[in-house]
């Protein structure tokens, strides 16, 4: 990065660090990340340069990785049989929601068949606007519609918490208190990201710079290692990139081209948050997972900022972390064998300019 580089990342940073502190002042839900997102997106649609350098967000990820991996404890095992219930119930949520997002994206969003598949795919943003990108998709518009769903789903689902399941935020935001943490605990956690995310880009593991460190440090705290949590501060650094991150996602957009598109995401984020509270009463009753961890589990937002969410809200960070990352992975893997199935060939791209 060069210094220009440099001081527009720390000048983004400085943003959503207010943003953070203003939502952490209201005693808002998961304000270090919401705050910095909301900020930064405001800006960034008003024409700002918010700007955050992959490198340094997927190194901060890592942080995340290592404290989601704390989570992880031998009763896990015990629940493996409704975990794979679950699974099984998100899998169906999942392909109901990519079946009618794309009658919708085809109807009201105006876009081609191949864009609106994979613009209505809940798998990871970088995942489907590049594997869309390869099959003919319009990767603009594939990755808008994905940031736009991850943007909506992600501060409205903790403001649900809010004002209507009676969740009340820590002060300051922070909702763990930290371990005693000694010299030789920050070397096992700093060990446990620095290797795991090397170990999972050498395994191609699909979000690597979270997972591999999730996995290394759930070892690490089963098998006795540590019992310690990166500090409150990092974590809240950590949390603030991810925010600025996505307010970033929206930078440089031409509003009057891209703009029937972003309303028709917006649209659709917002129904299949209502769908997510219609499948969420059909699953608890049936499987019995609680309401809070059925509601994190389906709700079609990023890996790394819906376990932030059960983080910060207190719900089984292991559930939600995993399902996250199997709803990922299966979409990841399916969506590509489904189109090639279907055997579309690439359309005009619509004028979107409306």
Not at 55 to 70: A, E, H, I, K
Not at 233 to 255: M, T
Not at 308 to 315: C, E, F, P, Q
């Amino acid at each position: 990065m060069n210094a220009s580089v440099v001081l527009r990342t720390l000048g983004s940073l400085a943003i959503g660090g207010i943003g953070g502190w203003v939502f952490a002042w209201l005693r808002l839900p998961l304000p270090w990340m919401l705050g910095a997102m909301a900020t930064t997106t405001a800006i960034a649609l008003a024409g700002g340069g918010i700007v955050m350098p992959r490198q340094l967000r997927n190194l901060l990820v890592t942080v995340l990785g290592v404290l989601l991996g704390s989570a992880f404890t031998p009763e896990i095992a015990s629940q493996l049989r409704t975990w794979a219930a679950a699974f099984e119930a998100l899998a169906i949520f999942a392909a109901v929601a990519t079946a009618l997002g794309f009658f919708y994206y085809r109807r009201i969003g105006g876009l081609d068949r191949i864009t609106a598949f994979f613009a209505s795919t809940p798998g990871g943003l970088g995942e489907m606007t590049m594997v869309g990108e390869s099959m003919g998709a319009d990767a603009r518009r594939v990755s808008l519609c994905h940031a736009t769903r991850v943007l909506v789903v992600v501060m409205v689902i903790p403001l649900y918490f809010r004002f209507f399941m009676g969740y009340e935020p820590p002060a300051g935001g922070v909702a763990l208190a930290d371990a005693a943490f000694a010299a030789e605990d920050g070397v096992v956690l700093l060990a446990c990201g620095l290797i795991g995310w090397w170990l999972g880009r050498k395994l191609n593991m699909p979000a690597a710079q979270l997972l591999g460190p999730m996995l290394l440090s759930a070892a690490a705290h089963l098998a006795g290692l540590t019992q310690s949590r990166p500090p409150s501060e990092i974590v809240a650094l950590a949390q603030v990139a991810i925010g600025v991150s996505v307010g970033a996602r929206f930078a440089g957009l031409d509003l009057a081209a891209i703009g029937r598109t972003l309303a028709a995401a917006t649209g659709w984020a917002a129904v299949l948050l209502v769908l997510t509270v219609v499948a969420t009463g059909l699953v608890e009753a049936t499987l019995g997972t609680g309401r809070a961890a059925t509601l994190l589990v389906l709700a079609p937002g990023g890996l790394a900022e819906m376990t932030l969410v059960a983080l910060s809200l207190g719900v089984d960070v292991a559930f939600v972390s995993t399902m996250h990352l199997l709803r990922i992975a299966l979409v990841v893997f399916l969506a590509p064998m489904i189109f090639k199935l279907l055997g579309w060939k690439p359309e005009a791209p619509a004028d979107d300019a409306k």
